[in-house]
C-alpha cells in the first residue's frame, strides 16, 4: 500500500508540475502529422487545424488525405496540404519532409504516427513482414527525423513520437509491433539524451499509449479482450499539447504510466494481468 500511495504522489506531481499549455502557441506552427488518413492521425489534423496550424498530412491513401485536408481547411487550418507516400519505400520518407519543407518553408512539430497494418495472432515465424513492419514503423520515422533536424534545429522545433504501452511491456499477439514500438522508445530515448548533450534546440516527446478506440485498433481486439479503450480524439488532443509543452514523455491514459511501473516491480503480478486479460484457449 505504501509503495502505491508513493506511486500515486509521484505521479500527481508529475502531473501539478507539467507546463501550461497555450494553445495560441499552434497559430501558424508549420505541422507535419504522418498516418493522418484516420485513426489518431486523422483526428490530431483536426486539431491542429483548429488551434490554426499550417499542416501537412501523409498516408498512403491520396482521395482519403484529400477528404481530411478538406475538413481540417473547414475547421481553421492556415494550410492543409497532402502527401501520399508509402513509408515502407526508401524514398518517400525523405520526399515529405522535403515537400513539407518546401511549402511550409521550414517545420515546428513532426508528429511521426502512421504504423503499417500487422495481424493480432500467435507468432507464426513470418519473419518478411516483421523486416517489412520494421521499415514502416521504425526506420522511416529515423530517416524522418534526421532529415528534418536541421529545420527542426532552426524553429526551435519538436519531434513528436507516437509509441504504445505495447513498446514498454511486451504483450502477446502483436510480437512484431511490439518489436517496433521497443525499437522506437529505444532510439529516441537514446536521442533525447544525445540532444541534451549537445544543448540543441530540438525537444523529442515520447508517447505512450493504452488501448485506443480506433476502427483499425477495435476491429483487432474486439470479442479478445476487455482492457478499457480511450477516445482517440482526447489522446490525439493529449500528444499535441505534450508536444506544444516540450514534455519529454506522455502516458495515456495515466494509468499505463503505473502499469510501466509495476511491470518492472511485480513481474508475476503483471504477467498474471497480461495472460489472462485476453480471451485464448489454447
Ligand atoms: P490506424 O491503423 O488507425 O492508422 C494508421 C495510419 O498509418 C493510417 O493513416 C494509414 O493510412 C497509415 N499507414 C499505414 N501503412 C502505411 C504505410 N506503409 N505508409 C504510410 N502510411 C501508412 O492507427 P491508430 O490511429 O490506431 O494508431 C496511431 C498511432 O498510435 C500508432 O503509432 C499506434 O502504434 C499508436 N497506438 C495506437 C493504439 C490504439 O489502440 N489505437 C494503442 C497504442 C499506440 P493508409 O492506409 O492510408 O496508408
Same mark, same amino acid.
Given at each position: 500500500?505504501?509503495?502505491?500511495? !508513493?506511486?500515486?504522489?509521484?505521479?500527481?506531481?508529475?502531473?501539478?508540475?507539467?507546463? !501550461?499549455?497555450?494553445?495560441?502557441?499552434?497559430?501558424?506552427?508549420?505541422?507535419?502529422?504522418?498516418?493522418?488518413?484516420?485513426?489518431?492521425? $486523422? &483526428?490530431?489534423?483536426?486539431?491542429?487545424?483548429?488551434?490554426?496550424?499550417?499542416?501537412?498530412?501523409?498516408?498512403?491513401?491520396?482521395?482519403?488525405? &484529400?477528404?481530411?485536408? $478538406?475538413?481540417?481547411?473547414?475547421?481553421?487550418?492556415?494550410?492543409?496540404?497532402?502527401?501520399?507516400? +508509402?513509408?515502407?519505400?526508401?524514398? +518517400?520518407?525523405?520526399?515529405?519532409?522535403?515537400?513539407?519543407?518546401?511549402?511550409?518553408?521550414?517545420?515546428?512539430?513532426?508528429?511521426?504516427?502512421?504504423?503499417?497494418?500487422?495481424?493480432?495472432?500467435?507468432? +507464426?515465424?513470418?519473419?518478411?513482414? %516483421?523486416?517489412?513492419?520494421?521499415?514502416?514503423?521504425?526506420?522511416?520515422?529515423?530517416?524522418?527525423?534526421?532529415?528534418?533536424?536541421?529545420?527542426?534545429?532552426?524553429?526551435?522545433?519538436?519531434?513528436?513520437?507516437?509509441? !504504445?504501452?505495447?513498446?514498454?511491456?511486451? !504483450?502477446?499477439?502483436?510480437?512484431?509491433? =511490439?518489436?517496433?514500438?521497443?525499437?522506437?522508445?529505444?532510439?529516441?530515448?537514446?536521442? &533525447?539524451?544525445?540532444?541534451?548533450?549537445?544543448?540543441?534546440?530540438?525537444?523529442?516527446?515520447?508517447? =505512450?499509449?493504452?488501448?485506443? +478506440?480506433? $476502427?483499425?485498433?477495435?476491429?483487432?481486439?474486439?470479442?479478445?479482450?476487455?482492457?478499457?479503450?480511450?477516445?482517440? %480524439?482526447?489522446?490525439?488532443?493529449?500528444?499535441?499539447? =505534450?508536444?506544444?509543452?516540450?514534455?519529454?514523455?506522455?502516458?495515456?491514459?495515466?494509468? %499505463?504510466?503505473?502499469? %510501466?511501473?509495476?511491470?518492472?516491480?511485480?513481474?508475476?503480478?503483471?504477467?498474471?494481468?497480461? &495472460?489472462?486479460?485476453?480471451?485464448?484457449?489454447?
Amino acid at each position: 500500500k505504501i509503495i502505491l500511495a !508513493s506511486v500515486c504522489v509521484a505521479f500527481l506531481a508529475v502531473k501539478w508540475t507539467a507546463p !501550461s499549455f497555450d494553445a495560441d502557441s499552434l497559430r501558424g506552427a508549420r505541422v507535419v502529422v504522418t498516418g493522418a488518413s484516420t485513426g489518431i492521425g $486523422e &483526428q490530431m489534423a483536426y486539431h491542429y487545424a483548429r488551434f490554426g496550424a499550417q499542416i501537412v498530412i501523409t498516408a498512403r491513401r491520396e482521395k482519403v488525405l &484529400q477528404q481530411v485536408a $478538406e475538413k481540417c481547411l473547414s475547421l481553421g487550418a492556415q494550410k492543409a496540404l497532402y502527401i501520399a507516400a +508509402d513509408m515502407a519505400t526508401e524514398s +518517400d520518407p525523405d520526399e515529405v519532409v522535403d515537400f513539407a519543407l518546401e511549402k511550409l518553408g521550414g517545420l515546428d512539430y513532426l508528429v511521426l504516427n502512421h504504423i503499417g497494418p500487422s495481424p493480432f495472432t500467435l507468432w +507464426d515465424g513470418d519473419v518478411e513482414h %516483421t523486416r517489412w513492419l520494421m521499415k514502416v514503423n521504425f526506420f522511416s520515422y529515423i530517416q524522418m527525423a534526421w532529415k528534418a533536424m536541421a529545420s527542426l534545429e532552426q524553429s526551435k522545433g519538436s519531434l513528436v513520437i507516437v509509441s !504504445s504501452l505495447l513498446g514498454k511491456m511486451p !504483450s502477446p499477439f502483436v510480437a512484431p509491433y =511490439t518489436s517496433t514500438k521497443f525499437a522506437l522508445n529505444g532510439f529516441f530515448g537514446a536521442l &533525447q539524451h544525445e540532444l541534451a548533450m549537445k544543448k540543441s534546440n530540438v525537444s523529442i516527446s515520447i508517447c =505512450t499509449l493504452g488501448l485506443i +478506440d480506433t $476502427e483499425a485498433a477495435m476491429e483487432k481486439v474486439r470479442g479478445v479482450t476487455n482492457v478499457p479503450a480511450y477516445p482517440a %480524439t482526447d489522446a490525439a488532443l493529449n500528444i499535441i499539447i =505534450t508536444g506544444a509543452t516540450r514534455q519529454p514523455e506522455l502516458f495515456y491514459p495515466w494509468f %499505463t504510466h503505473i502499469v %510501466t511501473l509495476s511491470k518492472d516491480w511485480f513481474p508475476a503480478i503483471t504477467n498474471y494481468f497480461i &495472460q489472462n486479460s485476453y480471451n485464448y484457449i489454447p
